[in-house]
Nanobody
């Protein structure tokens, strides 16, 4: 069974930075695509960033130039480096893997104060 455990969320002031981590177990990460979604109160869950098994990345327009997704297959981990955070980045951030297996993490809260 695939399990994803996120960490790194918290409260930060606008303009600050956070790094989210997601460790996968029960799967060899190099065989799956990995990504980060977020869901703000009253809004639909949206894909923030993704990285394929080949390392190709994709970002939603609102975070381009501020967020960076990366993966360390040796550690079965995907990261989301978030800089220049804005209050509108406030959401629960979820890790997801898909491909040979699909699974979601439980989420980690990111709160950006103005």
């Amino acid at each position: 069974q695939v399990q994803l455990v996120e960490s790194g969320g918290g409260l930060v002031q606008a303009g600050g930075s956070l790094r989210l981590s997601c460790v996968a177990s029960g799967i060899i990460s190099r065989f799956v695509h990995m990504g980060w979604y977020r869901q703000a109160p009253g809004k639909q869950r949206e894909l923030v960033a993704s990285i394929t098994t080949g390392g190709v990345t994709n970002y939603v327009d609102s975070v381009k130039g501020r967020f960076t997704i990366s993966r360390d297959n040796a550690k079965n981990t995907v990261y989301l480096q978030m800089t220049s955070l804005k209050p509108e980045d406030t959401a629960v951030y979820y890790c997801k893997v898909w491909g040979v297996r699909e699974s979601w993490g439980q989420g980690t809260q990111v709160t950006v104060s103005s």
